[in-house]
């Protein structure tokens, strides 16, 4: 194998790890606490997903055509965004590049997302997206109210222990060393709340016991 042919294989080579770390860092994101999701998010749903398709919507710097999942939904709630109905929505096509794959048979999805610069809703795998019935009545009820009203807290989750929040507008969230869980009591039940003296407390819904957070005041 001559020299050129090596050094061909080495560019290659170089070029396939620079490509492949580009796009786990493009997929790269912290678990969020569905208040964070929806304070981040330029839109917030509940629609119904009525149909999907691979759509062409652009080329990449290279002049390949770039490719997009399209699902068209049917909007029943908007709980953040523009006054118009969002009917569609645009995903990368694979998990790689953090493309979300749906359900189209008209199930109804909680969706939270970012609006493009020509106004199309796009979402991620980091994005917060989950099934309607799977969430909790506190979560569906934050949504209306709760969650808009901690906007200007921060959350800040606890990966091990100790942790400790460094100001009073923080809510420390701890499901996953608790309970080994993104998914757990704080994200389903709570919500964090900026209360009169601007600092922030989590508030519990009704649907959890006391006793399960004793140590967790209500604002």
Known sequence: MTWTMNSCLVTLAILFLWRVEEIAEACSCSPAHPQQ???N???????????K??????????GNPVKRFKYDVKQIKSFKGPTRD???????????????????NCKEYLITGKLEADGKMHITL???IEPWETLSATQKKSLTQRYEMGCECKITRCTAIP??????AECLWTDWVIE???NG??????ACIKRSDDSCAWYRGAALPKKDFLDIEDP
Not at 43 to 49: D, G, L, T
Not at 86 to 104: F, K, M, N, R
Request: charged share 15%; hydrophobic share 45%.
């Open 126 to 128: 980091c994005d917060f």
């Open 163 to 168: 942790c400790m929040i460094s100001s009073p």
């Open 180 to 182: 080994k869980m993104v």
């Open 41 to 51: 998010s330029d839109v917030v749903i509940r629609a119904k997903i009525v149909g």
């Open 185 to 190: 009591g704080q994200a389903k039940h709570f």
């Open 37 to 39: 999701a929806f304070c």
């Open 53 to 62: 398709q691979v759509v062409d919507v652009g080329n990449d710097i290279y």
């Open 86 to 104: 969002i009917d569609a929505i645009y995903t990368a096509p694979t998990s790689a590049v953090c493309g979300v794959s749906l359900e189209h």
